[in-house]
Nanobody, 120 residues
Framework: QVQLVESGGGLVLPGGSLTLSCAASGSIESIYAMGWFRQTPGKQRELVASISIEDSTTNYADSAKGRFTISRDSAKNTVYLRMSTLKPEDTAVYYC?????????????WGQGTQVTVSS
């Protein structure tokens, strides 16, 4: 099993910045990718950014490109999402996800979510 704990959400003014953290614990040795997703009421959860644990390749949603940066600290087993130039439409619950590869296939684990509110 993999446990994910997110932190760093909160209320921020439009144009401001926020950094989310996701700390992984448990059976982390077979995690091959981690990502940040977000969800607003009535909408499907959507990918914001992802990072490969194997080669640090990153991938961003169009809405995040140029404003958000995903990174990782392997020593701390932590992935970060640095969000800049935040807009009200970035308001959502942000979830961290870990993808783990086992012999039987890939498995996904989710954190509990952290609320980000962009408002004046």
């Amino acid at each position: 099993q993999v446990q994910l704990v997110e932190s760093g959400g909160g209320l921020v003014l439009p144009g401001g910045s926020l950094t989310l953290s996701c700390a992984a614990s448990g059976s982390i040795e077979s995690i091959y990718a981690m990502g940040w997703f977000r969800q607003t009421p009535g909408k499907q959860r959507e990918l914001v950014a992802s990072i490969s644990i194997e080669d640090s390749t990153t991938n961003y949603a169009d809405s995040a490109k140029g404003r958000f940066t995903i990174s990782r600290d392997s020593a701390k087993n932590t992935v970060y999402l640095r969000m800049s130039t935040l807009k009200p439409e970035d308001t959502a619950v942000y979830y961290c996800r870990a993808a783990r590869r086992l012999y039987s296939g890939s498995y996904y684990y989710w954190g509990q979510g952290t609320q980000v509110t962009v408002s004046s």
